[in-house]
């Protein structure tokens, strides 16, 4: 549901839905969404779109 969820939204701003990894271990990560990048300390939310990650 979350993946669905997700395809459409990248889906929706146009840009190429693809398999992308939120490695929340590494320090930073980039959201597959918004295409931020931002550190993953502490954070499960997108801070830009707002996208939550596992
Ligand atoms: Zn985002």
């Known amino acids: ?11 929706r701003e ?3 839905v693809r398999d992308v ?3 929340l271990d590494a320090e ?3 959201c597959p969404a918004c ?4 550190k993953t300390a502490g954070v499960r939310r ?4 707002s996208l939550r990650f596992y």
């Open 1 to 11: 549901m979350h993946r669905q969820h997700l395809e459409q939204m990248v889906a």
């Open 28 to 30: 930073e990560t980039q």
């Open 21 to 23: 990894v939120c490695d």
């Open 46 to 49: 997108c801070p830009s779109c």
């Open 14 to 16: 146009g840009l190429p």
């Open 35 to 38: 295409l931020t990048t931002f």
